[in-house]
């Protein structure tokens, strides 16, 4: 009886628990956080088949912002979609993913008749044309000035004196817009991020990105 107790603590031991069957059973399927903002399902899919090109399955769940990227730094998630690289690099468990995905400037467009500093930004008074998309953005920012969302960039309306001020998002368009002047608010980054515990997969991440990046591009123009 003694040696047959002896056995079964053995094998009790010995024996896979239910948690480490189902992480040999999920280690190819990866839990990823993004955030719904106009376009992100164009990023959703690039990052999905950047994955599926490395043999992964993803399994994706809206979170807000701020939400998920504390899943995502506390490792209740293994990546997410799309971050301001400024923003993620501030968490210690989330590594940045190379290269960037998008690069360009946040910039205030206004009117040559009108006040073009930083204090519109912070004036109530002061309304400010803004595409949905550009929402993304603005995640860590706060300005006094109204928004007003609009469909387009609202260039046409401030050429036809409708408005005065208007945010865009440009990558070397500077000289396409002599008749306004532009305040620049911040540079733009946005990549991918993954938790610091997929730090081996990172090479193959951003060489299998850096591949398809040119493709991508060429099948999303947010202007």
């Known amino acids: 009886m003694r040696t047959l107790t002896f056995v079964i603590l053995i094998g009790l031991l010995t024996a896979p628990t239910a948690k480490a069957v189902e992480s040999k059973l999920d280690e190819r399927e990866l839990l990823m956080s993004y955030v719904v903002y106009p376009h992100v399902e164009l990023y959703v899919q690039f ?21 998920g990227l504390l899943l995502l730094s506390e490792g209740e998630v293994d990546a997410d979609v799309v971050r301001l690289k400024s923003t993620a690099a ?16 946040l910039a205030l467009l206004c009117r040559k008749e009108v006040t073009c500093t930083e204090s519109v930004l912070n004036d109530p008074s002061v309304v400010i044309l803004s595409r949905k998309a550009f929402d993304f953005y603005f995640q860590d920012y706060h300005y006094s000035a109204q928004i007003e969302r609009t469909v387009n960039d609202g260039i046409e309306m401030l050429r036809a004196k409708r408005a005065n001020y208007a945010f865009v998002v440009l990558d070397g368009q500077l000289e396409l817009l002599p008749d ?40 999303f123009d947010p202007h």
């Open 47 to 67: 990052i999905q088949d950047v994955y599926q090109d490395l043999g992964y399955s993803v399994k994706m769940i809206a979170t807000p912002a701020t939400r």
């Open 90 to 105: 501030t968490f210690p468990n989330i590594l940045l993913v190379e290269p960037e995905l998008k690069i360009g400037k």
């Open 180 to 219: 306004f002047n532009v305040l620049n608010i911040q540079d733009i980054s946005v990549v991918h991020v993954i938790h610091k515990k997929h730090a081996k997969l990172l090479p193959l991440i951003q060489q299998k990105i850096a591949e398809k990046l040119e493709d991508f591009h060429h099948r």
